[in-house]
């Protein structure tokens, strides 16, 4: 049997019952103490991080250096975009991808006559404009084939490698999705007199919602409608796995996407609509413009919708819209570009010569001739970094 002492304090112990209460109190003085020191080390750090916030907020920069660059002839008549922060290129003849040092990462050939590309996150699909053959990449190479057996009009994909297609019959429109082994999922049959014609389409990231543009005519009168179909759980109830629906008259929709989880957007005649829902997406926002909508700029939360601004005495301006309809930024733009991206609260607009680099709130950050003729440029793991592609390297520049 195990022997159990028990432990009675002396008088003169630390423990004893007189010194209880000024142990206590030293406990007591070493908890504030404690508290007013993690107290301390939050406002240094509050602070600090508030100057350095803004410090780099009003940091502005001259030139770039390069940091590295390797020797690559780029193929003539070949189009590059950014994947992932990978180079994509992509022609008639095949697409292919490689890292920022120039190594192929894969290369699938084809032959097509009017390539149609699209990338979400890191899948890619590429079919034929009236052909009927899509191939289906990931980070890895090759996924899959599928052979759709009718015209492609145009085409979507998801994050996890669903695709949605817009088909071309003689009589019908059709829209048809498959997964990435080429199975097909959903067909749908489309009529001109009860739907419309599809204009566009996009997938959410896990490829449960597919959101279409139709356009038709009404009467007299042509009409947009934007419609939302569901093909979880949640839509199997709905006809058609119809979730939700808009109209709009004497308007043209010709540009619709997903702004991350449960926003979604459509571009039409001097409007700018948004929606919002994971599940059953309904309208949220309506902008009517004045301007004529010269292009649309997609972010990974926000839309930038580019038009002329010639009563200000510039070329062009870009207003950027978060998914709730709220203008954030509203940037004035002299110079006539190839690209802008939007990016963590910044606008970078560029050409073969030149670059500029502003903040939302309209602080330019950077405005400089580039050296060599630029063909891509891809934004790095911060507002400093980019990646530089010509007709004849890769270079990594960091902006000084």
């Not at 599928?146 to 829209?175: H, Q, Y």
């Not at 309209?362 to 050296?371: D, H, L, R, W």
């Amino acid at each position: 049997m195990a022997q159990i002492k028990k432990f009675v304090p002396k008088k003169d112990s630390p423990f004893s019952t007189e010194n209880d209460a000024s142990f206590e109190e030293k406990i007591k003085q070493h908890r504030q103490k404690r508290f007013l020191q993690i107290v301390a080390l939050i406002v240094v750090a509050i602070v600090v991080g508030s100057a350095l916030y803004t410090y780099l907020k009003n940091l502005t920069y001259n030139t770039y250096i390069v940091t590295s660059t390797v020797e690559k002839n780029m193929v003539t008549g070949s189009r590059y975009v950014n994947y992932a922060g990978n180079i994509l290129s992509y022609s008639k003849d095949g697409v292919f991808s490689m890292d920022s040092k120039g190594n192929s990462i894969w290369n699938e050939t084809y032959e097509m006559q009017n390539p149609i590309l699209r990338i979400s996150g890191k899948m890619v699909a590429v079919a034929d404009y009236d052909g009927h053959y899509v191939f289906i990449m990931d980070e890895h190479g090759m996924k899959g084939k599928i052979d759709t057996n009718l015209p492609i009009r145009d085409l979507a994909v998801s994050e996890n490698g669903i695709i949605a297609t817009i088909l071309e019959d003689t009589r019908i429109t059709n829209i048809n999705l498959y997964n990435q082994e080429g199975t097909m999922l959903v067909t749908s049959e489309l009529r001109m007199q009860q739907t419309g014609y599809p204009m566009a389409l996009d997938l959410s990231n896990d490829g449960n919602l597919l959101l279409v543009s139709y356009f038709g005519v009404d009467g007299s009168d042509v009409k947009s409608s934007i419609v939302f179909y569901n093909y979880s759980d949640v839509g199997q109830n709905n006809v058609d796995r119809l979730v939700g629906a808009s109209d709009y008259r004497d308007v043209v929709m010709p540009v619709v996407g997903f702004l991350g989880k449960g926003s979604a957007y459509a571009v039409g005649d001097k409007r700018l609509s948004f929606y919002s829902g994971e599940e059953k997406p309904v309208s949220i926002s309506e902008i009517i413009l004045e301007e004529e909508i010269l292009g649309v700029y997609e972010g990974d939360t926000s839309v930038g919708l580019l038009v002329g601004d010639l009563q200000e005495g510039n070329k062009y301006r870009l207003d950027v819209y978060d998914g709730k309809g709220n203008r954030v930024a509203s940037q004035k733009i002299d110079m006539e570009f190839k690209d802008i991206i939007i990016r963590n609260d910044t606008i970078l607009i560029y050409n073969e010569t030149q670059m500029e680099l502003f903040t939302f709130s309209g602080k330019e950050k950077y405005n400089n001739q580039f050296q060599e003729r630029i063909n891509l440029l891809i934004p790095g793991s911060n507002i400093r970094k980019y990646t530089m592609v010509t007709d004849n390297s890769i270079s990594t520049i960091e902006l000084r």
